[in-house]
C-alpha cells in the first residue's frame, strides 16, 4: 500500500540515511531522561503521541519479547 523504497534498501537491507536520521530524532525527543533507551513510560508516552493510542502493560511486554526473539542484540536486562 505505501511504498518503502523512500526509507528501506531492500538490497542490502538497510535503512536509507535520511529515514535513519528521522527515526534517530525521534527517539532523542522520546527519551526524556537521556539515558539512551526508551522505558515503559516513554514507550507509551510515545504511542500516544504519535498513534493518540495507549499502549498497555500488556502490550509492551508482548513487543519486548518479539525483540527477544527476533533482535539478537537486544537487552532484555536493560529494557
Given at each position: 500500500m505505501f511504498p518503502i523504497a523512500p526509507?528501506?534498501?531492500?538490497?542490502?537491507?538497510?535503512?536509507?540515511?535520511?529515514?535513519?536520521?528521522?527515526?534517530?530524532?525521534?527517539?532523542?525527543?522520546?527519551?526524556?531522561?537521556?539515558?539512551?533507551?526508551l522505558d515503559d513510560d516513554e514507550l507509551a508516552d510515545f504511542q500516544r503521541q504519535v498513534f493518540k493510542a495507549n499502549l498497555t502493560k500488556n502490550h509492551i511486554t508482548a513487543f519486548k519479547e518479539v525483540l527477544v526473539?527476533?533482535?539478537?542484540?537486544?537487552?532484555?536486562?536493560q529494557a
Open positions: 526509507l528501506h534498501n531492500s538490497i542490502d537491507k538497510t535503512l536509507k540515511p535520511a529515514f535513519e536520521r528521522a527515526l534517530t530524532r525521534i527517539f532523542r525527543i522520546c527519551d526524556k531522561d537521556r539515558d539512551g533507551t526473539l527476533e533482535c539478537p542484540d537486544f537487552d532484555e536486562q
